[in-house]
């Protein structure tokens, strides 16, 4: 493997546990996102020096997550794998993966309990439903930023930062204005 790779393949790897993947399955996420081509699982397992079975328990955890395709090549009966080009579409399928996996369960546990009434801890209980409102509001806000096209999507984020930078300036410029601080 080249030094440049083998430093992001690495990279990924100790990154992955920090994102709750087995650092395995993060190294064969860098190694297919770096190749030009398709791999099959023998080339990855050749490339990362680990066993077959940890190959294929990846390639399995990592399709669940939809992050990478399965591609066949023509005369090879082997699967290949391949991770999207577009990365505004890996990054989608990231937030969109994790917030059916942390952020939907947290919000059904959260009216779950507002369900069921008053329980005596009128703090707690506020506290509660304060928390499934944020929640809430953040996953309809997720919902209408996924129904924008890409660009559309870059185009308000660039919007969004020269109006944070606008703010703060006109803040500094208004002695009216309170920020938090």
């Given at each position: ?30 190694v ?5 081509t ?15 079975s940890n ?5 399995k ?22 991770t ?6 890996i990054v ?6 994790r917030?059916?996996?942390e ?12 369900m ?6 009128p703090?707690a209980?506020a ?12 996953s ?27 703010v ?10 309170r920020?938090?601080g």
């Amino acid at each position: 493997m080249a030094p440049l790779l083998q430093e992001f393949v690495l990279h990924f790897g100790e990154m992955g546990s920090r994102w709750g993947i087995n650092r395995t399955v993060g190294q064969i996420y860098a190694v297919l996102f770096l190749s030009k081509t398709p791999l099959n699982a023998e080339e990855i397992t050749t490339a990362l020096g680990i066993s077959r079975s940890n190959t294929s328990m990846g390639l399995k955890e990592l399709q669940a997550w939809n992050l990478v395709r399965l591609r066949h090549l023509p005369d090879d009966r082997r699967d290949y794998f391949t991770t999207p080009d577009d990365l505004w579409e890996i990054v989608r399928t990231l937030v969109a993966e994790r917030k059916k996996r942390e952020i939907d369960p947290t919000l059904t546990k959260l009216r779950e309990l507002e369900m069921q009434g008053a329980q005596g801890d009128p703090y707690a209980e506020a506290r509660i439903a304060e928390l499934r409102e944020l929640i809430e509001m953040m996953s309809t806000f997720y919902e209408d930023m996924n129904r924008l096209e890409t660009e559309r999507l870059v185009q308000l984020m660039t919007l969004g930062a020269k109006l944070g930078g606008l703010v703060e300036k006109t803040s500094r410029l208004n002695p009216f204005t309170r920020t938090k601080g």
